[in-house]
C-alpha cells in the first residue's frame, strides 16, 4: 500500500465516501494472508519482481503444499528449495506442471518463462564437478526471474587454462555466479578478470579443514579482488537471485 | 591485450614488418609495471572502469607514495584504504591535490569525479552512529567511481520508525550498502523492504560475542531476505565498489 | 529445612524431648529421594513453583519413566522434555493420563492446569515456519506453569508487515518469547517495539553458516534492544518458563 | 502515534478542519529528531519507562555531547555506558549534575531517582571481586530505572558456605543479576536456589581457555537450572536493564 | 632395559662372555613385538603398573581380537574402550572370561583384580544420570588398576544439597573423578568442598551452545578452584587412570 | 565448622550453658570475614592445607594488600599470582617479608617453608626456555606448599635426547608438571615415559595458529598417553597446586 | 604449450605455410577436453609427471566412469581417491584391470609402475593403527607415481621405543610421511630426528576435543621442529604425492 | 653419537682399553651442553645439514645473546628469528659481524654462505607487497643453509598475469614458497602451474574475517592442486628451511 493508495483513501475519506472506521480498517489491512502456521506475502512478489520461493528445509511436504496453495492463488509460478523427493511428490499430487531437479533438490509449480533477451546474461561458473549441485540451484532461480544464464563447470584455479578458455563469456555477462568449495579461491580470478560484479557461493564441497565450507567462505570473504561479495554456504538459491537482480538492473530507466 | 591487438600482431608478423622474435617479444610484454616490491597493474583501471586502489595497511607511506607514483603515471586518481595519517602525510608531501577522510581512513590524489547523473544513486545505510567509518568508506569509493551516494546513518533496527521514514530512498537507490556492527540485522530488514540488491557490510562495533564483528557477520550470510550478499568485516571499501558497479549496469546498453 | 524448622528442632532439644542424635539426623536428611540412577528433588517443585521436568535426551525409557514414578509420588503434573516417541509410548504404558506434543518433542502425566487469569499472558513468537518445533516447547512449558500463552508463528523479519499487525498484542503481553534461527534478528526489532522483557531462543533452522544456530545465538547476544536475554539454541523450554516466571511476578504481593 | 491519535487527525481530516496533504505530513511525521550523524528516539523513555542510554565506545565526546544534548531536551536523566575518562569530561564540561562511576565507565547527567519501593529489589551478585566493573553497571542502570539494588559481591562457587549465607536476600529479590567470569559456574547454582528469574552475565574476567568470556558465556547458556537467561560478555547494562524489567512487572495492573 | 642390565651386559662384554656384535643386538632388541599393524608394548604394564588399554574406535574387530592375543601372551587381563558389541562378540568367540559393560562401552578378557584395600578410595561423580557411561568408564579402568571406587550419581549443581549429602565421601576419597556434561559447573564445587585432587571429565551431554561438551570443557579448565584438572571430552578411562594412579600414590615408600 | 563442633555446640545447649538463639546464631557464623568487595575464607587453608593466594589480575594493587591484611591474621604465608610490579611495590611498602619473581608474576608475604622431605619431589619440565615463566609459577607454588621441586627447562620433543637424558628424575618424583607452548606434545611423551601422573599445562608461548595457546591446549587434551591431565593455559599455578596435591598423597595415612 | 612451440607456430606463419586464423585458432585450442561436467587436463600428467587423480567424493559413479574414460584416452593409470565400493563396482564393469584398496577408499585403473629404484625410498609412518587408512593413501599414489614406499606402522609418541627402533629407515628415506591422529606429536619426533624433509598429515582419529582432527592439525603447524610441513586432515593423497615429489628431486639433474 | 662411534666404545672395552663405568659414562654423555635455561645441540647442525635457529619470540636479549655463544662455540654461522632491534643490539654488542633484516625481523651471527650452485634455486613468491616481511624470512634462512634463492613480490591472483610473466621461473626452481595473507589463494594457482613442490605459508595480512592468517590458512589447507604443504601462520623461517631441504634433495647420491 503506496503513498499513492493512502492519499487515495484519504480524500474519499474528505470526500465523505469513506467512514474514519473503514479508512481505519483499510490502513490495518496489511497484505498478507495468514494460514495458520505462515504468513503469505502476496505484495512480495510485486516488491521484488521475482516468484515467492518456499524454504522447504524442516517444514513438512504438507506444510508446503498449503503454503504453496496460498502462493498459486495470486502468482503462477512457485518454487520450493532444500525440497527432497518426498515435498516434490506431495506437490506433483496436488498440482499440475510440477517439475524437480534431482541435483539442485528444487522444486517448482507452473513454468519457467522464456529468457528476457533485453538483459544480459547471468554467467554460472563452479570449480568443480561437485559444486554442480549449488549451481544449478542458482541458474534456475536466475531462470525463474527470467534471465537467460550460461552455466559452466568445473573450471578450477588449479587448471587456469579451463577458465581462460572462457575469457569471452566473462565479458558478456551482466554479473558473474562462482560456485566453489575446497579453498574458495575461483572468485578471486574471476574477480581480476571480469569487469561486472562477482557473486560468490563457497560450498560444503571438502573434507578435513574445510569444515563444512567454512574454509571457501573465509576464502571468498577475504578475497583480493574487488567487486566480490558473498552469500552463504551452499547458498546457490541466493546466488542466483542476486545476480539476476543485478543483470536487470540494466533494464531499469535511468532518473 | 585483447585479442583484436595479437591479430594485428600476428598480421605483421605474417606481412614481414615484425619479426617471430619481436612478435614474442610483445606477447611477453604484459600490461604491468614492475616497481621492486608492487606490480603495478595499469590496464585494470581500463578493464573494471574504476580507479585503482592502494591497501595501504601492512605498507610503510614509502611504499605506498612510490605505488601511486606509478599509478599516477596513467591515471589522474588513485585512493589509498587503511590508510593512517603518516601515509597522508607522506603523500601531501609528494603530490598537490592530496585529501584525506580521517574518519574513513581514505586518503586520495587527483579530484573526485562529478557524480554520473544517468545512473540511480548508491544508498548508503549505517545501523549506528560507530558505523560511520565504515559506511564513510563506501560512500568515498563509490563517489571516486563516479556515482552519486546518499548517506543515511543511524537507522538500527531498534527503532524500527527511524528506518521506515526513508522508504522513498530505498526505493530510488540503484543498490543500497548496509553497514552495521552488533548484530547486523539491518541488511535483513532493508532486504525486505527494497527491490534493489543489498551489499551488506558487517562492522567490528561491538563487544564481547560481538567476536570482533564475527556475529554481524555470519548473521548477515543468515540473512532470510533474498537479494543480500556480504562483503568482509569492516570492509566498506568493498561494499562500495560492488555497489558502484551495479548502479553502473544500468548504464550498460543491452545485448 | 528452613530456619523455623530448625528453631524447633533445637527448642526440642534443648527441651529434652529430642537427642542430640536425633537433631543430628534431622538435620543431615535432606529432602530427596535416591533412587540410584537418579536424585529426585521434592522440594523443588515447593521452592520453584513449577512442575518438575525431566531432560529424556541420553536416558532410556526405563530411566525416564522410573524418575517419573518419583516424582508422581508428590506432584500430580510431570514433562518431559527430548522425549521421543519410545519415551512417550513407555509413559503411556505405565500412567493414565499421558499426552505428547510430537512437534515439540514433550510428554506429560497428568492436566495441564487451567490458565491463571489474574497474570498477563506470555507472548510466544517464531520468526519461521521451520521454527514451531522450539515455539510449542515454550508454550507448553509455560501452560504447564499455568500461563495463559499466544502463539504468533512467521513473523520474521524479511516481511515487517507480518510483525506490525500485532502490535497490539506485544503490548498486551507480560513477556516475550521469540523463536529464530538463521540471522536472528526478530529478537531486536521486537526488543525495540515491546515494552516487556524479551526472551530470545535461538534455533537450529539454517544451514551453512547458521553452524548449527550459532549464528543467530551470537546475532540474539548482541542485539542492541535492551530488555533481551538469551537461552541456549533450540531451548524452547527454559525461554518458556523464564517467560511464564516474569510473568507470574505481576501477582507477586509488593513488600 | 498511536491508533488513537491517527483517528483523531483522520477526525479532523473528515470534519475539514485539516487538508489531505496536512495529514499526510503528519502521517509522515515519524518521532525521532535527527541530529545528522545520530537519530535521537524521545518516545522510546515511553514505550520503555526508562531512560535513553548512550553506547559510547566508537564514538567521539563530541558526538557523546551532541546525542546528549539532544535526549535532554525532553528527559532529565541521561546515561553513556562504555564511557572513558574523556567522554565523561566532556560531559561535565557541557552539563551541570554529570556524575561517573570509573569502576562501571558510566557517565550520567542528572539524578538517579529515588528507589520505588513499591517494587522488590533487584540482587546482583559477582563471582569475584574482579567482575566488580560489570556488576557495578548492573546496579547502575538499575537504580537510574527506580530500582531498589543490593549487591553482593565475591560468592563464587569455590567457597559456597559465602553464597549460602546470604540464602535470605535470594528469596526477596524481584529478580537477581548474577556476574560471573572464568568457568560461569554461579548463575547455575543461584539458579538452583532461588524463585525468581535469574540473569546471567559472562564476565570477561580470566585469561587462557577463558578466550575473553566465551567459557563463562557457553557455561551460562548451557545451565542445568531452569529460569536462567543470559546478556553478551560484560554486558552489565543489559542485565541490569532486564532485572529491573522483570523487578517491575510486579507493579503491573493485572488484566 | 634400564642401566643395571646395561652395566651387566658390559660386564659380560669385557668378562668375553659376550661379543660386541651381541651386546649391539641386545642393546637395540626394544621390548615391543611387531604383529605387522600394531606394536604391542609388553613393558608398559610393568613401568605403569596398570592392564595394557585397547583403543577400539576405528579398528576392526579382527584387528582387536589379535592385539588383545599378543597382549595375553603376557597379561592376565586386557581391557578394550569404545568398543561397540561387534568388538565384544568378537573378543567373546576368541576368549573365555570375557565382559562387557554396554553403558562403558568397555569390554574385558580376564577378571577384574579385588581392591586394594591399603589404599584410598576413587570417589565417581556425575551430575546427571545422562553422564552414567562416561562416570562408569572411569569406575571400571580405576578397577581394572585395582582401587575400590565409590560412584554418586546426579548430583548436580541446580540442586546443591544433593552434592552437600555426600561430604563425608569427599573427604575420604583419595581422588575424585567428576564426570558433568552442560556448563560443567560441578568439578568446581566440588573442588572448593575437597582436600583432595579432582579429576574433571566433560561430557558431551547437552544440545545446541554445548557444542558436543566444548561448553562443559571450558569451563572445566577454567574452574577458579584449585586442584582440579581435566580430562578430553567423554574420556572416561583418561579420568579413572589418573584418579588410580593418585589413589595409589598413598601406597608410595617415601625417599 | 565441622559435625563435631556442631556436636559440641549441641551438647551445650542440651546442658543449657547455651541458649537457642546463641546456637543459631553459631550456626550462621560462617567462617569467613566479608571486607566488602572480597570474602576471606579462613577455613580454605585448612581443608586444602594450602596457603591461600590471591588472584590479582583485575584487581587494584590496593584490593590486593586490604584482601592480604586480611588473609595474614590467621595465616603467616599468602601469595599472589598474575601480580604485576605495581602489586608487588604496594605489598613490599605494606608488609614485611615481601617476595617477588618476576619471571613467574608472583608476589608472596612470609617465608616459603621448608621442603617436606617425607614426600616425594614434584618435578617441573618446560618444553623450551620461553615457558620459564609458568614453569617458574608451578614451581613456586609447590614450594609454597611445602614440596621440594627439581625443575628441568627446555627439554622439547625436537631433541628427544635432551629429555631422555633426565629418565632417572622421572623415575623419582611424585608427579610431573609439564609446560609446554607451540604444539605442546611433550607431556605425551612424558606420559609414555613416566609411572606417575602428569599435570600438562600448555603455554601460550607460539604465534599463528598456535592461537594463544588453543593448540598445545587441544593437543594435550588429546594425548595419547594415559594418566596426563591437563589445566589451563599458562595456569603454571593451578598445576603446581595439583602436582604438590598428588605429592603429598603418599604422606596419606592408609584408611 | 610451451614457448617452443609458440615459436615454430610464428616461424610457419611467417613462412606462410600457416594463416593468421589458423594460428589463432591454435593458440586458442587449449589442452584439456570437455566432457560436460568436468575438464579432463590431459596436459597436466606431462607437466607434474604424475598420472591424474579424480576426487571422488560428492560424484556419481557414472560422472567418475566418465571422467576416467576421458583420461584413459591418453593415460595407462588413473586413480579415483575417496571412492567407495560403488566407485570400485562402477570403474570394474566399465574396465579391465581394475583393483581397489578397501582401508585407503582407493580405486585405481591400470597397473601400478615398478618402483623407481634410483630415487631414495619415501617412508609412511603412522602413529597408531587407527591412522592405516590415511597411511595407505599416501603409500599407494606415492607407488603409482613409481616411487618405492616403507610403511611402518603404530610407532606412536607414547611409547617412543617402537620409533627409535627404526631409526636407520628415518636415515634413507628421500622423504618422510607421518600420519597422526589425536594430538599430532609425531610429526615434532620424527622431525627432530630426521634429516629429510617431513610431511605430516593430520588424521580425524580420536574423539571429543579432537574435534575432528583440528587438534592434530594445530599441532603439527605449531611444530617446533624445523622441516616439518603439514597436508589437510585425513589428506594422505596430497602427503604422498608431495613425498613423491621430494623424492624424485633427486634424480632432478643439476642446472 | 652414532652406531659406529658405540660400535668402537664397545671394542676398546672388550680390548680392556676402557672400562665399564668409562663406557657408561660416555653412552651416558648426551651430545647437549646444558646453560642453565636452554639446552644447546650441536649435534643438530650435523643431521639436518643447516645452522641452528634461535627462536627469539618470549627470550631476554640477555637469553638469546647466552645460548648464542653457546652455538658458536662449534658454528659459524648462527640466526635468531622473531628478533626485534633489542635483541639485534644485545648481539651486536657482544659478537663481530652481526647482521640484520629489520622487515624479516632475523639477525644472524657469521656470514651467509656463498649459494651453492649445483642444487637448483628456491623460488619465493609474496601475493602482495605486505606479505614481504614473511617471504624476506624464507630467503635469509634459504640462503644461510646454502641455497641460492629467487624473490618475486606481489604477484596475488587478482592480477594474473603478473604470476603468468614468470612461468620460466617456476620451472627452474627445485621448490616454491608462496607467502600470501587474505584468501591465499596464490599456492592453488602455482600449484597447478609448476611440477616441482610448493610449500604455502599463510601471512597474518588482512582484516576482519581473515581473522589472523586463519582464513589464508584454511584455503591453503583446502589447495584443490596437488604437491601443496602448508607451515604456520607467518612462518616464513619454516617454509624457508624446508624449501632448501627440498632443493638440497637433488644433490642427494641415489641409493
Not at 504453496?68 to 512457485?78: C, H, K, N, P, R
Not at 541435483?103 to 563452479?126: K, R
Request: aromatic share 4%; glycine share 10%.
Amino acid at each position: 500500500m503506496n503513498e499513492e493508495q493512502i492519499r487515495r483513501l484519504l480524500e474519499e475519506l474528505r470526500d465523505g465516501s469513506l467512514t474514519v472506521d473503514q479508512v481505519l480498517t483499510d490502513l490495518r489491512k496489511l497484505p498478507f494472508e495468514d494460514i495458520g502456521f505462515a504468513k503469505i506475502d502476496h505484495h512480495r512478489t510485486l516488491r521484488r519482481g521475482f516468484p515467492e520461493v518456499i524454504f522447504a528445509q524442516g517444514k513438512t511436504p504438507q506444510q508446503v503444499v498449503a503454503i504453496a496453495e496460498g502462493m498459486l492463488e495470486t502468482d503462477t509460478l512457485t518454487l520450493a528449495t532444500r525440497a527432497d523427493e518426498a515435498v516434490y511428490e506431495a506437490l506433483a499430487a496436488r498440482f499440475d506442471e510440477v517439475s524437480y531437479d534431482h541435483d539442485a533438490q528444487v522444486a517448482w509449480v507452473g513454468q519457467l518463462p522464456a529468457p528476457d533477451e533485453s538483459v544480459p546474461p547471468l554467467l554460472v561458473l563452479s570449480a568443480g564437478t561437485s559444486d554442480l549441485p549449488v549451481a544449478r540451484q542458482a541458474t534456475l532461480i536466475a531462470r525463474a526471474a527470467g534471465c537467460s544464464v550460461q552455466e559452466i563447470l568445473d573450471v578450477g584455479v588449479a587448471g587456469l587454462h579451463r577458465l581462460l578458455h572462457y575469457r569471452e563469456a566473462l565479458d558478456q555477462a551482466g554479473a558473474i555466479v562462482v560456485a566453489a568449495g575446497m579453498e574458495g579461491a575461483l572468485p578471486s580470478v574471476v574477480g581480476g578478470l571480469a569487469a561486472v560484479p562477482v557473486i560468490a557461493v563457497p560450498t560444503s564441497v571438502g573434507y578435513g579443514a574445510s569444515f563444512g565450507g567454512l574454509a571457501a567462505l573465509l576464502g571468498m570473504l577475504n578475497s583480493c579482488a574487488g567487486g566480490v561479495a558473498v552469500v552463504n554456504i551452499d547458498n546457490g538459491f541466493g546466488a542466483g537471485l542476486m545476480g539476476a537482480m543485478i543483470c536487470r538492473q540494466s533494464r531499469r530507466s535511468n532518473p
